[in-house]
């Protein structure tokens, strides 16, 4: 039992969990996939995956994160297929195997309302702002040097509409009915191009795994288009209004509005990040002092080991880190080894934070006057007792507002988790934003939300402060 236990908690399969797949999808892709209303997802391969699973009954746990993030965890053996409007390419091909096309779309150029840009050799000397792992991203990377501009890469597609709407790049590169999807529901951009490059779609699994997924999804589909339902599936999102869709109304595009139909997903997020904030907090702050200690032992054995932990862990991106752990480590151990997404962003914060602690508590340790230990050693303490009687507890009281200052730093450094598919405070906001398009009032209702904790933070490190002194 403490076995299955271990299994489930770490992701290894198990002969009951071997019948239920994780598949991965976008989270900013409408129609074909985006967050609706009470945190539910839909779109256009969402239903298709729905109508395919109950056909062939196969059993699935949907795992929304962004599109770079999916592919890569689809490598790493993290989920078991990933259907996000992926472009069936010969690149793909070599590391996936994908089914039949679900889903055929161009890419298009779409520039701001009052650009006066309408061809590619305008573009010249400017910047084009491109979708990490698109084929509007693939087919703009082609003709670049033809026609001379530079490219920016964004995660989201709502960030890269807006970076072209408020001018800081030219135009972008997008699938036609997504483009044409967000142009009809708010973005204000404009289609100035024919469809290039047309691709399909296909669902995709690691190369030479789940083939039997992979055959069950090929003959859900000709079920499903023989039967009609891919066809209201697909009428329903290219023609519907998308209040019908995702359950907003006029009245709720509000400041007010927002807020409280997103209520319950904005307080979801934002437990997610206090969890993840707290845990780390601990933990790091165990190695943060067991680091600190080490870093002032006599000898040279525990200073170096100390030193190069808080080297590499501190010198350390973030987000590589988080990376290395949650898809490099897997992949590196393979057997089907899985780190829950919650683990692996919680072993992040605690190295990452854990080495900037060890670094101030070697400090504080190291500003208290060396007389103190001498005059301990000299009533007979042994250097342990010492430590731990007379130079710690100064050492502590030296180090609290820092600690608190950690802990701050700790809550906004859980926003990069989003990467790795931890739907935090930062990512909720992300998902609202990518079906209603209201950019400024969801950034500007979670920034007072952080900017609240914070000054509670801070006026709670302000009276310690005062307290200490």
């Avoid at 491109?130 to 490219?151: E, P």
Wanted: with cysteine; charged share 15%.
């Amino acid at each position: 039992m403490l076995l299955a236990a271990f299994g489930s908690w770490f992701g290894l399969n198990t002969q009951a969990q071997a019948k239920t797949y994780t598949i991965a999808t976008d989270t900013t892709f409408a129609p074909f996939e985006f967050q609706a209303k009470g945190g539910t997802y839909k779109g256009i391969d969402i239903d298709i995956l729905k109508a395919i699973a109950k056909k062939e009954h196969i059993n699935y746990k949907l795992k929304a994160i962004s599109f770079g993030a999916a592919v890569q965890q689809l490598s790493a053996n993290q989920v078991d297929g990933v259907i996000a409007g992926m472009n069936i390419t010969p690149e793909r091909k070599q590391t996936f195997d994908f089914s039949n096309a679900y889903y055929t779309s161009g890419v298009v150029m779409a520039v701001a309302k009052g650009s006066k840009i309408k061809n590619f050799s305008q573009l010249k000397g400017k910047t084009v702002a491109l979708k990490t792992g698109t084929a509007g991203a693939t087919y703009a990377k082609s003709i670049q040097s033809k026609y001379g501009f530079k490219i920016k890469y964004f995660n989201d597609s709502n960030n890269m509409y807006n970076d072209v709407k408020v001018g800081n790049s030219a135009a972008c590169f997008e699938d036609y009915p997504v483009m044409s999807y967000g142009i009809k529901n708010g973005i204000a951009l404009k289609i100035v191009s024919k469809q290039y490059e047309a691709g399909d779609y296909g669902f995709a699994v690691k190369k030479g795994k789940n083939a039997v997924l992979l055959k069950k999804f090929n003959k859900g589909l000709k079920a499903i288009k023989a039967d009609g339902q891919y066809k209201k599936i697909v009428d329903k999102y290219l023609h519907s209004s998308e209040s019908s869709l995702t359950g907003e109304t006029a009245s709720s595009r509000t400041f007010i509005g927002l807020f409280t139909q997103n209520l319950s997903t904005i307080g979801s997020g934002l437990w997610m990040t206090l969890e993840l904030t707290i845990i780390s907090i601990i933990l790091a702050t165990i190695m943060g002092l067991i680091l600190g200690v080490l870093g002032v032992m006599p000898g040279k054995l525990g200073p170096a080991i100390s030193s190069t932990i808080i080297y590499i862990f501190r010198g350390m991106p973030l987000m590589v880190l988080a990376f290395f752990i949650y898809i490099g480590f897997p992949d590196l151990i393979g057997h089907g080894f899985k780190i829950p997404a919650f683990v692996a962003g919680m072993i992040t914060l605690m190295l990452n934070e854990g080495a900037y602690t060890g670094a101030f508590v070697k400090g504080g340790f190291q500003a208290v006057d060396d007389g103190q230990m001498e005059a301990a050693r000299s009533l007979g303490l042994p250097y342990w007792t010492a430590m731990r009687k007379v130079i710690m507890p100064q050492g502590i009281r030296i180090m609290i507002p820092s600690f608190i200052n950690q802990f701050i730093i700790t809550l906004k450094d859980t926003s990069i988790l989003s990467v790795i598919g931890i739907v935090e405070l930062t990512q909720t906001g992300t998902l609202i934003i990518a079906r209603n398009f209201e950019g400024f009032k969801i950034w500007l209702m979670i920034a007072i939300i952080y900017l609240i904790i914070i000054t509670l933070l801070t006026w709670l490190s302000n009276w310690v402060q005062r307290r200490i002194n």
